[in-house]
C-alpha cells in the first residue's frame, strides 16, 4: 500500500525525499511515550511487550503525540525486541533494565532455533497500522525497527550492555556465528518491515542504538552489509529510509553508504558536521534532548541554529538528537514544535 496522495506531499515525505518544503518538518524520537500523563493512563497496569501487541492500545499511543503536538510525522509504537517476542523468543521487557532474554545466543544451534518472522506472527502490527493510516489521514507514519546489531547486542549479552563484550568476543572470535546471528536478525528487521510498509507506513526508520561502540573498519566488516541489507529492502519497498544510531560520529558516512534516504545525527555531533559527513543525504535531528528542560527562549535559540545549519543538506526533518526523555514538560515540546514549524525558510 502505497502513502495517501495527502501523505505523499507532506512537509516529512518531501525533505526525507529532498524535495522543497513548506516548512521545516519536525517529529520526535519517543513522542508517543512516557513523557505524556495521556500515555501513562492507557499503559496502566499494562507491560511493554502487551501494550506492542494490542493493536487498539498501538494505534492510541502512536496518534497521542499527533494530537498534541501536530507534528509532522508518526512513529509506529513498538519496541526493537518485539519481533524477536513474535517469532517465540523468550524475553521481556523488564522496568528499569530493558529488553532481558531467557537464553542469550551462543552457538549456530541458538541461532537455527530462532525462526524466521512470517506476516502471520505479527498479524496484530498489520492491524495496528491500517487503523493508524486511516485515522492519520495526511500526516505520514514511519515504520520502525531495530538494526542488526543492536538487537544481536540484546540477544549475545542477554540485556541491555555498556561495554558489548560477548557481542565483539563473538564478532571477533566466532564470526560464522555472528553471521549467521546478524543474516536471521537482518531477515527478520527486513520481514518487519515490509509488513508495516505493506500495510501502510509512509517511511521507516532503522534504529542502531549501540552501533556507536564499534570502530568504523569493525562496523563496515561486520555490521554495515547487514544493515545494507534491511535497508536495500526497505528501498525497493518505494518508501524513504531513515537510518540512525547514537554516538555514530565516527560511522556517520558509512551509515549513508548503507543506503539510507536521511542520516540521522546525534546531539553530539553539531550539524554542520554532521551534514558535511553523510554527503549528499538528507538528514534528520538533531537538538540536544536536555534543551527542553532550558527556559523555553533558549531552547528556540538553539532550535533556530538547528534549522539554519541544516539548510545546507539535501533534505533536513527536525528532531531532538535522540528520544524525549521522560520527565520532559509536553508543553515545552509543544512550543518547539510551533517554533519549528512556524520558522521561516525564505
Known sequence: MSPSPAAADSAFLKAARGEPVPHTPVWFMRQAGRSLPEYLKVREGVGMLESCMDPD???????????????????????IVLPLKAVGVDL?????????????????????????LTPDHVGFITEAVRGLVGELGATPLIGFAGAPFTVASYLVEGGPSKEHAKTKAMMFGAPEVWDALMRKIAGIAS???????????????????????????????????????????????GVPRIHFGVGTTNLLGLMGDAGADVVGIDWRTPLERGIELVGDHAVQGNLDPTLVFAPTEVMTARAAQVIEAGRAAKGHIFNLGHGVIPSTDPDQLARLTEFVQGYPLS
Open 57 to 79: 492500545l498501538v494505534v492510541e499511543i502512536t496518534m497521542q503525540p499527533v494530537r498534541r503536538y501536530g507534528v509532522d510525522a508518526a512513529i509506529f509504537f513498538s519496541d
Open 92 to 116: 521481556d521487557i523488564v522496568p528499569g533494565v530493558g529488553p532481558v532474554v531467557a537464553s542469550p545466543v551462543r552457538t549456530l544451534q541458538d541461532v537455527a532455533a530462532i525462526p524466521d
Open 191 to 237: 520481514a518487519y518491515l515490509q509488513v508495516q510498509v505493506e500495510a501502510g507506513a509512509s517511511a521507516v526508520q532503522l534504529f542502531d542504538s549501540w552501533a556507536g561502540a564499534l570502530t568504523p573498519a569493525d562496523y563496515a566488516e561486520h555490521v554495515m552489509p547487514h544493515s545494507a541489507r534491511v535497508l536495500a529492502d526497505a528501498g525497493a519497498l
